[in-house]
DNA sequence: CACAAGGTACGATGCAAGTCGTACCCAGGA
DNA sequence: TCCTGGGTACGACTTGCATCGTACCTTGTG
């Protein structure tokens, strides 16, 4: 399985995709998480903790890498993650800091 | 049926059903245009020509109307739908730019 | 009044999405 | 070398969504 698979460049992201990834919560929290942390941050899927099965978290991985949000990279025996943070503000202004405003009003 | 009906306070807004609502090409095409157009516009769902059935755009409508969109008020024998502009302004920032920054990517 | 126009309500259908269990693979460490 | 941990692949199930036809309601108009 080659690293560079299944990532959309940023002329082709769909913003289509993009909310409907962004739509489910388990997915919107990966990606906010993953906003609100340093810059470059690179985690496991399993470091998140979704409350669901392997099977259905490597379902909203590969989801959220198709729609081009994140980007998935194989290192040893893991698989990390990152946001492709730059790409994502390029193409969609201001969606990161839609999320993190959303967050915050969540958890004060 | 009574005017003020299944219209979400602004502070009710879900980011989720906003997200899911969007996520669909026909609804996003009624919030972008009447986001293009003048403040405070009122239109027919049938104004938009939507290339589906009646039973359909009324589906549609009311998933914007629930999810806090637009605002749907009887005049006479018909339902004028307004975009609520101010409401998502201050709950979502940029999210309507955003959606017309993409639009205008789409048309030349 | 009768009729057309704009919408809604209801039920049905087909398809996509979220979820899971199981089996499997691959890299690292004991 | 065997075993464990992190992920994937596949198939199955269930729910939700988009779509439609039909019937119905309401308002305005000829």
Known sequence: ??????HPEP????????LAA?????RRRVV???AAGPEGEARTCSSFALPVAKATVTHH????REAGLIRQVNR?????????RSEI???FPGLLAL?????????P
């Open 1 to 6: 399985m080659p690293d560079e698979e299944g």
């Open 11 to 18: 002329g082709e992201m769909e913003l289509g995709k993009v």
């Open 22 to 26: 962004l739509a489910d919560p388990l």
């Open 32 to 34: 906010t998480e993953l």
């Open 61 to 64: 991985f590969r989801t959220l």
């Open 76 to 84: 040893g025996n893991s698989r990390m993650a990152t946001l492709r």
């Open 89 to 91: 503000e390029q193409r």
């Open 99 to 107: 999320l993190l405003a959303e967050d915050a009003r969540h958890r």
